[in-house]
């Protein structure tokens, strides 16, 4: 994902440049004509530099594939998704591999669940799908960190995405892991793996270090073998295509409806004047920030600039035909001059919404697609069903300060000066920041932080009574009063890391001394919070009752159940006048809120998640103030596109 998003169509029917002109490769491809050679009699794709096309089992051929992100589709949707994808006329799907998500501390590898990328690409096959594989081992995506580590930064000298040798040290211990999982599924072992990304846009990314590349195709060559087709994706300026592509790799191009495609196209030719042309993320929509607008790319001009590219016999990725969820603390952010965090919802507008349901973009594509191949034989898979659960009330469970000792039941960290989350080896979350006042303070003084150090987010607390809020490339300075010896808390939340824009090496937590009228405070007692894993064994469902403070403002739990007339079905979770936090049911993160800042209004809770036959346990982390009466709805379709104002000043 790299280019600003288009804004006006463009204008008219490209025309192919003359080095493009592939005189009837549309026919030639529909007859396979130009298998010119006896067939092998094992499996085979290749690139064809004479006839500008792929070769697979020796004949021509061309891929209309979608992306998919299994980290973002609870795996009991895999095979309805995927099936929807196949009858849409489809042949491939392209799929991330997120790093972070499998090895979730160094050489602690997780492969279960949702997390068993073998199992999806063994689902992918058994519908008869190909597969184009973009195991990075950076990923973009819009996920936390672009798909690395945050333990990476546990050096915090270390150069993310360059031939740094600690980085590099990782990356292979990695591809040591991963590539032996994915050789077998390789199309010319019999598997259904086509081609597999090495990096992803690094032309994009300022380092330009070619060494890093030459390292990962060696590593992939050396674990994959010398057979399978490996390539490159970047957007179609010189400058990135000069980065981003090596000699072995396959350079191919990024851009979406709003691009002219004669020019980038023409670009791709810049780079490798023969061969397929291929755009290897054709946008169908676009990602969401926090207190922006909802992103929208109409279904006609989408399905106009598809087929502009289909007559010229180009293969074809649609970023993303499925966007799906960024559950928990997964969402990236992007930096553009700021710091933009990533909604929890990644629908993206793509022809299958959030939660699967076929949309017109997806009907105009087939729409397109049948021109050029047919479609399979049967109707498309409808929506899965939803409903709308309707109201549900919570009660105030304790305020977050009170229950320190379940969250982090190691007890605290003493420090003079704050530490970052990476110092402290916390990942995600969050992470409470305890002193005192050192001397009275009768009139109002600035309690705040040098520039560039609150990541992301400061919720602070006066003697338990919540201030305000400190925010990243926002408000940085909150007014005080108080004694010596009042307890000072601050609350510091990880929004998500930079996965594009910038260099990615974003440290969490506060990076900088919290200052009183400009001198540093000291004395730190340090809180890194377990949250999930508490919620995951049941807290504070299964605990005593708390006696809670009757406030609203500040951070603080709140829990409720509510039964399924007998149905677990998909449904969204609005919060009518929460303002920010995070939501969990039956101990699963179904991600973020932030009602007040928008646009996204619901959370969606896969059906997956949810009790038929007995009560649903409902823990929300509301951080900055619940409404006078605590009240959940849910609804049986999303909001996404409301974005409302907040404050982060303490009101009742």
Not at 442 to 460: F, Q, W
Not at 472 to 485: E, M, P, W
Not at 574 to 589: D, V, Y
Request: aromatic share 12%; glycine share 10%; with cysteine.
């Amino acid at each position: 994902m790299v280019e600003p998003r288009p804004t006006s169509s463009p204008s008219g029917p490209a025309e192919p440049p003359a080095r493009m002109a592939l005189p009837a490769l549309g026919l030639l491809l529909a007859a396979g004509l130009l298998h010119t050679q006896a067939s092998p009699s094992a499996c085979s794709f290749q690139l064809d530099y004479e006839h500008n096309c792929f070769l697979k089992d020796g004949a021509p051929f061309r891929y209309i594939s979608g992306s998919i992100h299994y980290a973002r589709v609870p795996r009991p949707a895999w095979r309805d998704r995927l099936l929807k994808m196949y009858m849409s006329g489809l042949s491939a799907v392209q799929v991330y591999v997120p790093w972070n998500y499998h090895e979730t501390l160094p050489g602690v590898y997780d492969f279960t669940g949702n997390r068993d990328v073998e199992a999806f690409l063994d689902l992918t096959a058994e519908l008869g799908l190909l597969v184009i594989l973009r195991p990075g081992p950076y990923i973009c995506a819009e996920w936390e960190m672009g798909g690395l580590p945050a333990w990476l930064l546990w050096k915090p000298d270390i150069i993310l995405r360059t031939s740094n040798p600690a980085y590099l040290a990782a990356v292979d211990s990695w591809l040591h892991v991963l590539l032996p999982k994915i050789k077998p599924r390789l199309y010319h072992q019999g598997g259904n793996i086509i081609s597999v990304q090495v990096e992803n846009e690094y032309g994009s990314y300022y380092a330009c270090d070619h060494g890093y590349l030459r390292h990962l195709l060696g590593s992939f060559r050396a674990l994959l073998g010398s057979e399978v087709l490996l390539f490159t994706t970047d957007s179609t300026g010189a400058q990135e295509l000069r980065c981003g592509t090596l000699q072995g790799l396959y350079a191919t191009v990024d851009f979406g409806p709003g691009s002219n495609v004669t020019e980038a196209f023409g670009a791709q030719r810049h780079v490798e004047p023969r061969g397929p042309l291929v755009n290897s993320e054709y946008y169908t929509g676009w990602l969401d920030y926090w207190g922006e607008a909802h992103a929208s790319t109409s279904a006609a001009w989408v399905a106009r600039g598809l087929e502009d590219m289909l007559q010229l016999g180009a293969s074809i990725n649609m970023y993303m035909f499925h966007g799906g969820t960024n559950f928990a603390y997964w969402s990236g952010a992007d930096y553009k001059g700021q710091y933009k965090p990533v909604t929890t919802s990644y629908d993206y507008d793509a022809p299958l919404s959030e939660a699967g349901n076929p949309t017109e973009k997806l009907f105009a594509i087939r729409t397109v697609i049948s021109k050029f191949q047919p479609l399979p034989a049967g109707p498309m898979p409808p929506a899965t069903p939803k409903y709308a659960y309707g109201w549900v009330a919570l009660r105030k469970y304790a305020d977050l300060l009170d229950v320190f000792d379940v969250l982090c039941p190691s007890g605290p960290i003493q420090s003079q000066f704050p530490l970052t989350f990476e110092a402290l080896k916390q990942v995600h979350g969050f992470v409470g920041y305890h002193t005192q006042l050192p001397w009275d303070v009768p009139d109002p003084a600035t309690l705040g932080a040098p520039p560039h150090s609150i990541c992301d987010r400061g919720y602070v607390m006066l003697q338990k009574e919540y201030q305000g809020t400190l925010e990243r490339d926002g408000q940085t300075t909150l007014h005080v009063t108080g004694r010596a010896g009042d307890s000072l808390d601050i609350l510091m939340e990880n929004m998500g890391r930079i996965s594009f824009g910038a260099n990615t090496s974003d440290f969490k937590g506060l990076l900088g001394n919290l200052s009183l009228n400009s001198t540093p405070l000291s004395n730190w007692l340090i809180y890194p919070l377990a949250i999930d894993t508490a919620v995951q064994q049941g807290w504070p469902h299964t605990a005593l009752p708390k006696s809670s403070s009757g406030g609203r403002v500040g951070p603080a739990f709140y829990t409720g159940t509510f039964e399924t007339p007998g149905i677990a079905w998909d449904t969204f979770v609005k919060f009518p006048g929460w303002s920010k936090g995070l939501l969990w049911i039956n101990g699963f993160n179904l991600g973020r809120y932030w009602s007040c800042r928008g646009p996204q209004q619901t959370l969606f809770v896969p059906g997956s998640v949810l009790h038929a036959d007995h009560p649903n346990n409902i823990t929300v982390l509301e951080l900055e103030g619940a409404p006078p009466t605590p009240l959940l709805l849910f609804l049986d379709r999303p909001l996404y596109n409301r974005t409302l104002g907040c404050s982060t000043t303490a009101t009742e």
